[in-house]
């Protein structure tokens, strides 16, 4: 398996403008989840997705902030419109029961 | 509110010592700890896992130790090596599976 997916690797645009990221969680894994890090906020809980019904969307910082999962193996993260302080990795990581969380690589986005 | 802390500096030791990191928290009942590892440029990668039952748990190098009384888990490598230098998350879960992460702290393996 590939593990989580994520693109792109790296977004750069101007404030204002809408960002879609975007994540393929492992095959066969239930659950996904969105987290921002930052240094100065460290991993943040964004939204969390089991069976593809967000459960707790509660970290979304605001309304400009979006997230969808139409199917088992699709997710996006919608920012619109973007900030500079939305400059941060995005990261999506996905898991099938248990505890032990498989993260993807990350999105760094820049909005200038 | 919870709160949960590593020390933000960096932690350096030289090749061949046992690497202590720590991870407080407060203001929490956690069901389970987790420690993951972070690269540069990559996402965390899970280590292990620890119950709030369990007062330990080893996996090869790695050793990690729970007090839930003291609010402290410490994370161990011996024999530390230059390819153990990263940034070590703890991560608290209440039982929900949604775990709530600390900033980390950098370790510096030095050859």
């Known amino acids: 398996d590939a593990g989580v997916i994520q693109s792109p690797r790296h977004e750069v645009t101007e404030m204002g403008q809408e960002v879609t990221l975007r994540c393929k969680p492992i095959?066969?894994?239930?659950?996904l989840f969105w987290y921002r890090q930052t240094m100065m906020r460290g991993l943040e809980l964004l939204i969390y997705?089991?069976?593809?019904?967000?459960?707790?969307d509660s970290g979304m910082p605001e309304d400009r902030f979006s997230a969808k999962m139409p199917n088992a193996s699709f997710s996006t993260l919608k920012i619109q419109p973007s900030e500079p302080r939305d400059s941060a990795v995005y990261f999506c990581?996905?898991?099938?029961?248990?505890?032990?969380?498989?993260f993807g690589p990350g999105t760094r986005l820049t909005v200038l | 509110s919870q709160k949960i802390e590593q020390n933000s500096e960096a932690l350096n030791i030289q090749e061949g010592k046992t690497a202590t990191l720590t991870c407080n928290y407060t203001?929490?009942?956690?069901?389970?700890l987790q420690w993951y590892r972070q690269d540069p440029g990559r996402g965390p990668v899970f280590l292990l896992l620890?119950?709030?039952?369990?007062k330990e748990k080893r996996k090869e190098r790695l050793k990690v130790t729970f007090d839930t009384t003291l609010k402290q888990s410490l994370f161990h490598i011996t024999a530390s090596q230059p390819a153990d230098s990263a940034t070590y998350l703890c991560?608290?879960?209440?039982?929900?599976?949604?775990?709530?992460f600390g900033r980390g702290t950098s370790l510096i393996v030095h050859p």
């Open positions: 990581a996905s898991l099938l029961g248990g505890n032990e969380q498989f």
């Open positions: 203001n929490y009942s956690p069901a389970y």
């Open positions: 620890i119950r709030e039952n369990e």
């Open positions: 991560a608290l879960d209440g039982g929900s599976y949604i775990p709530t």
């Open positions: 997705f089991n069976n593809n019904v967000p459960i707790d």
């Open positions: 095959s066969g894994h239930n659950s």
